[in-house]
């Protein structure tokens, strides 16, 4: 496995790879690698022959009062743990690399549009439109067959489909499936914030999604459903719910009651001071007899 900084080197790598014959996957991280980038890895790894991670904490996706400060730095930690993944090239840019010619995003050059002011993009405007603009040039700067994208962040992927469908068509996505620990707290760089005590509370966010999944499968109509997964909350004071909604995901828009067949369940809360999202595919049925 090769770490490194630039451009220049990684494209040499990704063209000796190429004239190989070498189908490119890449996952784009943040760092701070947990056991989800892991398996995200390990499926880039499947879908392809020569696997590229990035990790770059994007001050552009972090709006004033968020942790980009302190966002956890870990590249050492990282790269031991990409070892044992068959990665073949970690690549770190400098802010230079990514936003030249000094490093400055300046503004946007990605538009997230109206869904990117919705739930997540509601609680921290402007990250989409940072995320998508950092997701557009590393993939220029990657130039892969295939990028993997987590489940996880259900919004993103919504928005990073549009994206490439529109200008990256060429790119394959490939959507991997949230990791949970074994309480059924989706993994999270977020979560290493989480004391024990919060921790065991966090999973009140995935009982809520199982009970919103329990009422679809009976064939409650979405506002019961959400309901359901409100009673959760509601025994729970130490968690602050942020939302909790039911969405086509088609669109990424709430859906209404007489809605039927596959519907993204997604939540967002606090606990502690650590802001925690996740989300569960559901199917409401037809009620039941
Ligand atoms: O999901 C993330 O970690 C980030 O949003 C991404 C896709 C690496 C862009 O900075």
């Known amino acids: 496995m090769k770490l490194v900084h630039t ?6 790598l990704v063209a000796e790879a190429k004239s190989a014959g070498q189908r490119v996957g890449f996952v784009p991280t943040m760092g701070a690698l947990h056991e989800g980038h892991l398996r995200l890895v390990d499926i880039a790894r499947e879908q392809a022959d020569f696997v590229v991670v990035s990790i770059f904490v994007n001050p552009l996706q972090f709006g004033e009062g968020e942790d980009f400060d302190k966002y956890p730095r870990t590249l050492e930690a ?5 070892e044992g993944r068959q990665c073949d090239v970690v690549f770190a840019p400098s802010a230079t690399e990514v936003y030249p010619p000094d490093g400055k995003p300046g503004k946007p050059t990605e538009r997230a549009g109206i869904i990117g002011s919705t739930f997540e993009g509601s609680a921290r405007p402007g990250h989409f439109d940072g995320m998508l603009t950092v997701v557009a040039r590393l993939l220029n700067l990657v130039d892969p067959d295939v990028a993997v994208f987590g489940q996880k962040d259900a919004q993103q992927v919504f928005m990073v489909r549009k994206l490439m469908d529109a200008k ?3 790119v394959e996505l490939v959507v991997a499936p949230t990791i949970r620990e074994a309480s059924g707290l989706a993994m999270s760089s977020r979560n290493r914030y989480l004391t024990p005590a919060q921790r065991e ?4 966010i995935s009982k809520a999604l199982r009970a919103v999944d329990f009422a679809a499968k009976h064939g ?4 019961f ?10 025994g729970e004071p130490e968690a602050k719910l942020e ?5 086509d995901p088609q669109l990424f828009k709430p859906v209404n009651d007489k809605f039927k067949g596959e519907a993204l369940a997604i ?12 989300n569960q595919i559901i199917e409401i049925r037809e009620q039941d007899a």
């Open 168 to 170: 990256f068509p060429q």
């Open 201 to 204: 509370t966090a999973t009140v």
């Open 78 to 82: 990282d790269c031991e743990a990409l």
């Open 225 to 234: 459903c959400i309901e359901a997964g409100h009673t959760l909350f509601a």
């Open 7 to 12: 451009k220049t080197e990684l494209d040499q």
């Open 243 to 247: 939302y909790l909604a039911v969405v």
């Open 267 to 278: 939540v967002a809360a606090r606990v502690g001071g650590v802001r925690l999202i996740d």
């Open 220 to 223: 409650l109509p979405a506002s």
